[in-house]
């Protein structure tokens, strides 16, 4: 890439390594210099992978249109399957106590998964932000 009569050697693949380097060419002085690494799309991808991922998981609305409402486990896809929303919404409204305990603790399991999944995308994306 050229401009302003300089050449510009931008990013590429060196040893299955994305290398983040910008390089000037000075052809008047015939020096190189390097300029400050370009930022990689790493951090915005794995950010949107965790955050589609804790959606999928916490929202019920989707998951009721998903799984239907199904209580048992069911390993084929393509028949209605248990989610963990709709199990807790099923045992909050019961009118026994112990199931009122299992929703909260249902509850707590899945909070700690969304925070699981968001500290995974924190230590992903680390030292992936500008400035």
């Given at each position: ?20 380097n ?89 909070i ?20």
């Amino acid at each position: 890439m050229t401009g302003g009569g300089n050449l510009y050697a931008v990013g590429g693949r060196g040893g299955g390594v994305v290398l983040t380097n910008l390089d000037r060419y000075t052809p008047a002085t015939d020096t190189w210099t390097s300029l400050a690494p370009m930022p990689t799309a790493r951090a915005g991808l794995v950010t949107g992978i965790m955050l589609s991922l804790a959606r999928a998981g916490g929202e019920t609305a989707p998951l009721l249109l998903t799984a239907l409402g199904n209580d048992f486990l069911n390993l084929n896809l393509l028949r209605p399957m248990a989610s963990l929303p709709v199990q807790i919404f099923n045992y909050a409204m019961s009118p026994y106590e112990d199931w009122h305990a299992k929703a909260w603790g249902s509850a707590l399991v899945l909070i700690a998964v969304i925070g699981a999944l968001s500290l995974v995308a924190r230590f992903a994306t680390k030292g992936q932000r500008p400035g």
